[in-house]
């Protein structure tokens, strides 16, 4: 009887749980079908019309391919880096290895409004110093965008590399094949899950990036996020809840079909 009531008791907090989570995702789907442009409950009607205010907005559509331009080449940038520092942090004997895998999962406990104005200051001393743009130029928020990356993928690829079973590459080595071709041919694809995760967590912390992009982005270009923040400034309609409904879709997506090649749940 103790034990199906703390089962039931269980359950139960699980399901608040999960109702907490998913609750601001279907109030904004929700309201982005509404008619009234003041949201109100019970709403006037439903409507697709701020789906359609939304793709003529120029400004999304221009926040949407820089956000995507961004993303990707900082996971480009920061996932070989990040997969080369967890393969080094793992299997190393280096010493100080605590003190640089704290260093390289800083980022992470840093807010982001406090390292967006870090790097803006660091920046702009550095464009005193060499007399060369930096800040709010596409390159300096590609490479502020790769400091979010790096930490995720150390984290997952690293966790991915300590639940290998060495056994293979010991095998093959005793074979005689040389540690590049270990490497290519037995570790790299044992890696696989934990740098496809770091890949998609890595693609999707930049893309959705605002703390960090609104301190570090110039005039003329904005990202999605920041698109959204501006049209707040100016309007409150369910337009937003559009375009958020848009990025869940596809966020969602992404990690249905990562999740299909690789099973996130053995490398999270």
């Known amino acids: 009887m103790i034990v199906a009531a703390r089962r039931i008791l ?11 989570i998913f609750a601001p995702v279907v109030m904004i789907v929700t309201i982005s079908f509404f008619q009234q442009e003041i949201v109100s409950f019970p709403p006037d009607g439903l409507t697709l019309r701020w789906y359609w205010n939304a793709w003529q907005r120029p400004e999304f559509a221009r926040g949407f391919v820089s956000s995507l331009q961004i993303a990707a080449l900082a996971t480009a940038i920061g996932v070989p880096i990040g997969t080369a520092a967890a393969l ?36 702009v001393r550095t464009e005193n110093f060499l007399d060369q743009d930096i800040t709010a130029t596409l ?10 990356t790096i930490p995720w993928t150390v984290r997952l690829v690293a966790a ?8 293979a590459e010991e095998a093959a080595a005793n074979l005689g094949a040389r540690p590049f071709t270990v490497f290519r041919r037995i570790t790299l694809p044992m890696m696989r899950p934990g740098i ?4 998609m967590f890595s693609f999707i912390q930049s893309f959705e990036n605002l703390d960090l992009t609104m301190l570090l982005v110039g005039p003329g270009r904005s990202t ?3 698109a959204m ?40």
């Open 10 to 20: 269980f359950r139960g907090w699980v399901m608040l749980a999960y109702l907490a």
């Open 88 to 123: 080094a942090l793992v299997r190393s004997s280096l010493p100080g290895r605590g003190a640089f895998n704290s260093l390289l999962l800083g980022p992470l406990a840093v807010p982001g409004v406090v390292a967006g104005a870090a790097l803006y200051m660091f920046y």
């Open 139 to 148: 390159g300096g928020l590609i490479a502020a965008h790769t400091l979010l």
């Open 160 to 167: 991915s590399l300590q639940g290998l079973d060495r056994a």
């Open 196 to 199: 496809v995760a770091a890949s």
């Open 224 to 226: 999605l996020p920041v």
């Open 229 to 268: 923040l501006s049209y707040l400034e100016f309007r409150i309609d369910p337009t937003l809840a559009a375009v958020a409904t848009v990025q869940i879709l596809l966020v969602g997506i992404l990690m249905a079909v990562t999740d299909h090649f690789v099973k996130l749940s053995r490398v999270i």
